[in-house]
């Protein structure tokens, strides 16, 4: 079978490999549709903590069953199934606690292990949720989506309330989108007009607010001088990240989605006297996979994909994928031809 594999910092290869063989527990699936990733780009790149090579990569994927044993889900072999591509270990007290998402022993899939740009994989079958309902496209992003809802439900967004979003990259617009269902006013902020405008056309946010345009200013006008009760950061930027609070309402929500590598410095007066919830978000729970599942005809899955091809243009493409002028918001490629 046919594999793609980043061999080291800016060199994939299309390879050829013998078809995995499943093990008891697991589960042998065609993939058929994986969706790029910031990860994927970073490993690319070679600016990836925690990383080594060469390394399968792939963790956005659509796929269905071709052998699977008995199992509680009821999934069958020519299912079609979500893979949470994080593998907990169901023992350390993150899992016992039910936060499989930031298990102490997490293997993410194509990040620690081999990931889904493959014809064939094997993985556990405790880790696979029944999609029949959805397309490929969809299940292919119903993972980024899914890190969107988990951000969603830490900060327990509520009716009415005015969320900032920070950042119109793909994780981003997911919060966006699912805080919008539960009836968030969203106001989306970034420096890229292009981002901007999808997110008020497709997406339908509330506001848009230019990064680089007195945000504080504009969102303190939009609230009537009240601020944001919940800030999400998508962006991972160190300047945004440190910039957040200062569109946070008195009493308000931090919720730190993207990640930066430094250290990030706060005014502690100003955070104190807002009494700042300051909370992180990875990952995501398999009841932040399954509303996903149950909300995704809300989403404009097709606009979200902007760029695919056949994973045997998907080298050529890759390097494009990096440039912002080429207007990729979401690429994925098609692995079953």
């Known amino acids: 079978m046919k594999y793609i594999v980043c061999e080291k910092p800016g060199e994939f290869l299309l390879k050829e490999k013998e078809a995995p063989i499943r093990k008891p527990g697991e589960a042998l699936l065609q993939i058929n549709k994986v969706g790029i990733c910031g990860t994927d780009l970073?490993?690319?790149?070679?600016?990836?903590?925690?990383?080594?090579?060469p390394r399968?990569?792939?963790?956005?994927?659509?796929?269905?069953?071709?052998?699977?044993?008995?199992?509680?889900?009821?999934?069958?072999?020519?299912d079609k199934v979500v893979i949470m591509p994080y593998v907990s270990c169901g023992t350390c007290i993150a899992c016992r606690n039910g936060k499989t998402n930031c298990c102490t022993n997490i293997?993410?899939?194509?990040?620690?292990?081999?990931?889904?740009?493959?014809?064939?994989?094997?993985?556990?079958?405790?880790?696979?949720?029944?999609?029949n309902n959805l397309s490929n496209d969809q299940m292919a992003i119903v993972e980024p989506l899914a890190i969107g809802a988990h951000a969603v439900r830490r900060a327990a967004v509520k009716k009415d309330e005015f969320v900032v979003v920070v950042g119109c990259g793909p994780i981003g617009i997911g919060i966006m989108k699912l805080a919008q269902i539960e009836g968030a006013k969203v106001i989306a902020i970034d420096?890229?007009?292009?981002?901007?405008a999808y997110a008020k056309d497709k997406i339908g946010v509330d506001y848009v607010v230019n990064a680089g345009n007195n945000p504080v200013e504009k969102i303190s006008e939009i609230t009537n001088g009240e601020l944001a009760t919940a800030v999400f950061d998508a962006s991972g930027n160190k300047f945004a990240l440190e910039a957040g609070p200062s569109y946070m309402a008195h009493g308000g929500r931090f919720v730190l989605v993207g990640l930066s590598k430094g250290e990030l410095t706060y005014n502690h007066p100003a955070v104190h006297s807002k009494e700042m919830t300051l909370m992180c978000s990875r990952n995501a729970t398999t009841e932040d996979?399954?509303?996903?599942?149950?909300?995704?005809?809300?989403?404009?899955?097709?606009?979200f994909i902007t760029h695919n091809v056949p994973y045997t243009e998907m080298i050529a493409n890759f390097d494009s994928w990096l440039k912002p002028e080429t207007g990729v918001i979401k690429a994925t490629v098609d692995f079953k031809l």
Not at 46 to 52: I, L, P, R, S, V
Not at 289 to 303: A, C, R
């Open 289 to 303: 996979f399954e509303h996903v599942i149950s909300v995704l005809d809300q989403f404009p899955t097709e606009s």
């Open 107 to 131: 293997t993410v899939l194509g990040v620690h292990g081999d990931g889904g740009m493959q014809e064939q994989i094997t993985v556990p079958t405790n880790i696979l949720l029944k999609a």
């Open 42 to 53: 970073h490993a690319y790149g070679g600016n990836q903590a925690f990383f080594t090579y």
């Open 191 to 196: 420096m890229n007009e292009e981002r901007l």
């Open 56 to 78: 399968i990569l792939g963790h956005e994927l659509a796929s269905e069953v071709l052998e699977i044993d008995d199992n509680a889900q009821g999934i069958e072999a020519g």
